[in-house]
């Protein structure tokens, strides 16, 4: 990186990019309006009122934040107070110990804004009034689009002359230089389309703040700006790499130091590579520009996704791998197309066009552009398993064979699923009670429907369950069939005694199943057809029938939250020898050295569970291996192709962690000594000694895999 991103650097690590909110005062008589008038113009005086940071440094500008004084952006929610009210009474507070509220997620479609600029937003809002005009509710909603457009312009003026001022003020000439650049571009865009790459950038990094999440496939949308300056002489990849590295500098400083958010990379999520259209590998030399930029920072935010498909080149997997494991931040992680389109087209009807189009988001999220995730409310799997063995009971005792068992499970399967959905319509209606009108025109079907993303507008979304605890239920399903009815170690009444008296008195039995079970992630043929009837059986209750009106796409991560320890401290019991209260599992994959046959075959089994693609929304696998394995390149030669091979054989995602199980308990003790220990936990990165102790239990318990077989 050059002087300039240099100086950059120092001040966003710390903490110095932050743009502190500035307070607004209302006008009471405010109250005299309806309620979407008042929220609307005291949203526009907050925007208007909030300051530009324009250092002498500085190529762009407009990072803001909203305060909680009006209803802001969908993303941070502040200011809706419905929203709140349910953080307050279900965040990280399961129902029935069956669902939990959580955030959703969404990416901007900011190529929109590019392409069109706010005055095409606006001839849009003013055929929607054409359509809406004989509804005054409608005409209201989008009136106020309007003024919020406006009053981005505004802020878009105010930000050109401070920019003049600014260079009038600096004595270096290439920061002159520059400063004028900015004041001359913010007088273009947002307000009309960008007609060059720097102009591109700009738009996005002005517009980002409204909808602060995701920024997409940038290597996609920015490409076509950045092919025609390079061809043409007007952009260097030096200049160009500069403008990425000041974009994701101002993606990591929207984060005040002061919060432990600070660190974790699902604050912002994208992707590069991936199917386009055409049905080629979308990984460009924008796409490799890009990493490149992001590496030679020593930022956490953004995190990045290789999207890999089966015309993904070697050289490119293998790329990406060693800038995984030469990035001391652990910023990158690795999803497969191939069953990712599977799933989006087979259960979310997306056409292949639509399909190609998604980016991964938040932690491990998946959205399509002017997006959403709806749904997102972690399930406690294992409740189904638990519902078997001590409320039905009697039905299971009278079981002669494993398909009579499991159709009883089963039974109990759907009918949490179905109590999931009604409790999950719950959480959406307490949000719909929000209006939000901030971040509508960067999402699709808002102003078309001339209604909040949070009240019905939004019509690109995707329903997302997600699944805690899927092993765990892997497991007691396999060890059941296995102990009870293959093999007939014991009888169904043992079984349910031991569990009811949560293994004491039957401490044989227990020790027998961990050592001999036929646990997932060892590629044998019990578990992985359990895998697949479990997952298959999903499958088969999956429908549109729900208060989303759309298919379903399970994942099983748990964000930032221990969700699988709340889930598990209420849970009895399971046959996998899980005791009362132990945490359950989340992500697919395995722990506590059940996968006894080595990391091929845990991929194996991971590869094969899910052929109808239903896990294909937040998956995560996580997988822990030997620091040797990852840096000599011996080993590192042999790990390309073994990870290429899980992809092609129908893996969905991977992210990697390279520490001993000792380090992890060693810092558990001593957390200053091993400060700057960095893991990827469920989809997002971070310091080992700043996760809450189910998320660290959970890295401890993690199967460490020293050799490749």
Known sequence: ????????????????????????????????????????????????????????????????????????????????????????????????????????????????IITNGLDGIKNDIERSKALHKEDD???????????????????????????????????????RENLLKLSEGLNKVPLHPAGSFYEAVLSLYFCYPFIPDSI??????????????????????????????????????????????????????????????????????????????????????????????????TDVLRYMLDCERKDCNKRIAFVNDEPRLKGLMDHTGLSYKEAVSYTMIGCNELALPGGMVFGFDPLNLVRSVENTFYKRYEDVLKTDNFEQFFSIYREELFKDLWRAEKISKGFQDIRSRDCNLVSNIFLEGCIENAKSCTQGGLTRYIA????????????????????????????????????????????????????????????????????????????????????LGKKWLFGNLVGYNEHHKFFGSATKATPDGRADGDMINFGIGQSEGKDRNGITALLNSIAKCDPDAILTGPSVTNVLIDEKLIRKEEYFNKLVPLFEAYFHNGGTHFQLTYVSKQDLIEARKDPEKYKSLRVRVSGFSDYFV????????????????DHLN
């Open 690 to 705: 700043f996760l809450n102790d189910g998320l660290q239990d959970e890295m401890i318990q993690r199967t460490g895999h």
């Open 216 to 313: 997409g496939l940038i290597d996609r949308y920015l490409y076509p700006y950045y092919k025609k300056d390079v061809e043409s002489g007007v952009l260097s990849r030096e200049k160009a790499k500069e403008y990425l590295q000041e974009l994701f500098l101002m993606l990591q400083a929207r984060i005040p130091i002061s919060s432990d958010r600070f660190y974790r990379g699902g604050e912002s999520h994208f992707c590069v590579g991936g199917y386009l259209e055409n049905g080629e590998d979308g990984f460009n030399e924008l796409s490799r520009l890009i990493v490149d930029s992001l590496m030679e920072l020593p930022t956490w935010i953004p995190q990045i996704s290789l999207r890999w498909t089966k015309k993904t080149p």
């Open 1 to 112: 990186m050059n002087e300039r991103i240099e100086r950059l650097v120092k001040k966003a690590v710390a903490g110095e990019m932050w743009v502190e909110p500035v307070k607004t005062e209302y006008d009471r008589t405010d109250l005299f309006l309806s309620p979407v008038k008042m929220a609307s113009k005291r949203i526009c005086e907050y925007i208007v009122n909030q300051p530009l940071m324009i250092l002498e440094e500085s190529c762009f500008t407009g990072l803001m934040r909203f305060d909680g004084s009006v209803e802001g952006d969908i993303f941070n929610r502040s200011g809706h107070r419905n929203f709140q009210t349910a953080m307050q009474k279900f965040y990280n507070k399961p129902v029935e110990n069956l669902l939990t509220f959580e955030w959703q997620h969404s990416v901007g479609n900011f190529e929109k």
């Open 464 to 547: 997302v369950g997600i699944l805690i605890g899927l092993p765990n239920v892997i497991d007691s399903l396999s060890v059941t069939k296995q102990f009870v009815y293959d093999e007939k170690i014991i009888s169904m009444s043992e079984l349910i005694c031991a569990l009811k008296n949560n293994w004491n008195g039957y401490e044989d039995l227990r020790r027998l199943i961990l050592k001999k079970g036929n646990f997932f992630g060892n590629d044998d043929a019990c578990s992985n057809e359990i895998a697949r009837k479990l997952i298959s059986s999903i499958g088969e209750w999956n429908n549109d029938k729900n208060y």
């Open 137 to 175: 509710e409608a005409l209201e909603f989008l009136e106020t689009q309007t003024d919020f457009c406006n009053a981005v312009l505004i802020r878009a003026q105010k930000g050109s002359q401070s920019a003049l001022k600014k260079a009038n003020e600096t004595n270096t000439p290439e920061y």
